[in-house]
């Protein structure tokens, strides 16, 4: 069956790194794009990043453009995202999920693009 599992997340100080990845199985990952989201405490879900199918086309929320950085290895099922200078309000839970388009549309932030969501994995930048 489709999984999708993050790792990576964890405790880190304001001004560092973490690198996430999210490992699929199930389905050929070449086949579809990949995006991140992450939930903070009381708020909603909301779309950070997404990469298409070949890697080729990647979108950003404006909150973290510059600092965080998405890739894919698809003959490692994996995709990554890289999360540099990080800040307090980076704090949440992050889930990576199935595009079913394939790629990063002007809509990859909405989370009716995707079908498949992993359990999250809890990212805390402490100040």
């Known amino acids: 069956q489709v999984q999708l599992v993050e790792s990576g997340g964890g405790l880190v100080q304001y001004g560092g790194s973490l690198r996430l990845s999210c490992a699929a199985s199930?389905?050929?990952?070449?086949?579809?794009?990949i995006g991140w989201f992450h939930q903070a405490p009381g708020k909603e879900r909301e779309g950070v990043s997404c990469?298409?199918?070949?890697?080729?086309?990647?979108a950003y929320t404006d909150s973290v453009k510059g600092r965080f950085t998405i890739a894919r290895d698809n003959a490692k099922n994996t995709v990554y995202l890289q999360m540099n200078s990080l800040k307090p309000e980076d704090t949440a839970v992050y889930y990576c999920?199935?595009?079913?388009?394939?790629?990063?549309?002007?809509?990859?932030?909405?989370?009716?693009?995707?079908?498949?969501w992993g359990q999250g994995t809890q990212v805390t930048v402490s100040s």
């Open positions: 999920a199935r595009n079913w388009g394939g790629s990063c549309s002007t809509s990859w932030y909405r989370e009716t693009e995707y079908d498949y």
């Open positions: 199930g389905f050929p990952l070449d086949f579809y794009g």
């Open positions: 990469i298409s199918r070949s890697g080729r086309s990647t």
